[in-house]
């Protein structure tokens, strides 16, 4: 059933969306604007030169606490989930991961920070009921699960992210990607993290909720930041390489398969000090040893129609067999041309290998190229 406005949940910052002229549009149970009056396409171009200020607020938010009081035990309790070494997560610093399932496909993506004396994880609004029910369902025994559903999120991404956050006081300069923990931002307790989603360095910042559309407020003030809607989200995402859970990865898609082998460390893989325990370790670890069948690339057209989600792929123009499908497509604005990112059989998914894509009846040519399409600018 489609959700209706009515039926719709609001984050904190729903009312200032709607005051700054938001298009709202539902996604994933939310009303979440999608642009804003400057349009996607001005967005995306200003978070790649100045600095854009997302609501994520929808994300799920939740922190593991070890009963015992030693943060080891819920890195060790959540390494029996996901493929990922936590353990080596450093006090200040995080990781991204995957919760898995017993045939190796991809539950859910989501970010583990160490705060110290417990994990902060955020992880995607889609499936934030079902990650929080899987960790009461398996780690309860060691964990105390609380869900942080009072506090807001939003991401300011950017090059000029970090003097915006400067301005306010936020001590952030030091901070390198992935790093970590609370911080001070203008008169507010944040958690923030250098981090991001869209190629850009930037930062996430989460707020209790009373607090969130306060922070938004001064942050908008600077005449650097403008709000971005979930258009433009996607648009510098795809760019950037990265996937899309339910899209680019799914509860059928292994880590091998979407690319993501960098993810799962040494500690974790055949002969690693912790090697599997983890859900689909069998499959998994045999594809990190001897590859996988399918793999995600990126894709270059030659000309200038975008290539969308959904369309089947081909190894020639007159093959009636599909290989693969594109599960990102669109328009990316920073290189004036179409990309996407799509499954194509390992035996072509060479860098500058042709394939063909079928759109309104035609097959149109593209090319196996790498990712990120925009070279990212994190902070080292």
Known sequence: MLATNSTLKHTPL????????GKMVPFAGYDMPVQYAAGVLKEHLHTRTAAGLFDVSHMGQLALRPKSGRVEDAARALERLVPQDIVAVAPGRQRY???TNEDGGILDDLMVANFGDHLFLVVNAACKAEDEAHLRAHLSDSCIIDSLAGRALIALQGPKAESALAKLGADVSAMKFMDAG???VGSFDCFVSRSGYTGEDGFEISVP?????????RLLDNPDVLPIGLGARDSLRLEAGLCLHGHDIDTATTPAEAALEWSVQKSRRHGGARAGGFPG?????????KGAPRRRVGLRAEGRAPVREGAQLFADAASSAGIGKVTSGGFGPSLNAPVAMGYVPTSLSAVGTTVFAEVRGQRLPLKVSPTPFVPNTYKR
């Open 182 to 184: 609370p911080r001070r």
């Open 97 to 99: 991961a995957q919760f």
């Open 209 to 217: 909720a009373a607090a969130a559309e306060a922070l938004v407020m």
């Open 281 to 289: 370790a069998a499959r998994i670890l045999e594809q990190l040893d």
């Open 14 to 21: 729903h009312a200032l969306h709607l005051a700054r002229g």
